[in-house]
């Protein structure tokens, strides 16, 4: 068996592999609990499939390096062969180390004090409950249904939108492993705030 076989079955297997993965984590994700970190705060995280799609595209980045390179070695090089390796990695490359920066970084952590936002960059943003101004729901054609309060019916929640003082803005959509949780804890937050102001 050649090395070139070795690579194609390789491949092969992989993509197979990411796929079911993805499909796990998409029936796994929405509906999962939120994780809780050391210091006993709520983490709202991106589902696994963006970890498995960064996977997927450094793959994809290795065969367009791949195809560059067999395009130059060959005893006529291939100038098309070339470009088309170089744009597969140089894309593939991009929305990879996009895509994994923003599954490794991207949480929304919180308390019943406070609420800390990391971006796919890193940087961290922290907002306090008491300086929520307002809470909103977003209605779309993708709506979501799920119990905001426990005894309460349905609600139609397609994205959750926090404004507060400071003009900090908190988005959350149903997609991220403990979104209900997440909206259940805001809009008690949210109703102790207007009970306070009220």
Not at 7 to 18: E, P, Y
Not at 60 to 88: F, H, K, N, P, Q
Not at 134 to 151: A, I, K, M
Not at 190 to 198: F, R, T, Y
Request: glycine share 12%; no cysteine.
């Amino acid at each position: 068996m050649t090395w070139e076989t070795v690579l194609v079955v390789f491949v092969i297997v992989a993509h197979v592999v990411l796929v079911v993965l993805v499909f796990v984590s998409l029936l796994r994700g929405i509906g999962a609990d939120p994780e809780v970190d050391t210091g006993g705060r709520k983490l709202l995280r991106l589902s696994r499939v963006l970890l498995w799609g960064g996977i997927l595209l450094a793959i994809w980045t290795g065969l367009g390096l791949y195809i560059a390179v067999e395009a130059l070695s060959g005893e006529r090089v291939v100038a098309s062969g070339v470009l088309v390796g170089l744009m597969l990695a140089l894309f593939a490359g991009l929305m990879g180390g996009w895509t994994l920066a923003r599954y490794l970084n991207f949480r929304i952590a919180w308390d019943d004090e406070a609420i800390e936002v990391t971006n796919w960059r890193g940087n961290t943003n922290r907002f306090r409950w008491g300086d929520l101004k307002t809470l909103s729901h977003r209605q779309g054609d993708n709506n979501v249904y799920g119990l905001v309060d426990p005894g309460q019916t349905e609600v139609r929640i397609f994205d959750m939108e926090l404004r507060f003082e400071n003009g900090g803005l908190v988005r959350a959509a149903p997609n991220l492993a403990g979104y209900p949780v997440f909206v259940r804890d805001a809009m008690r937050h949210w109703g102790e705030m207007q009970g306070a102001s009220g």
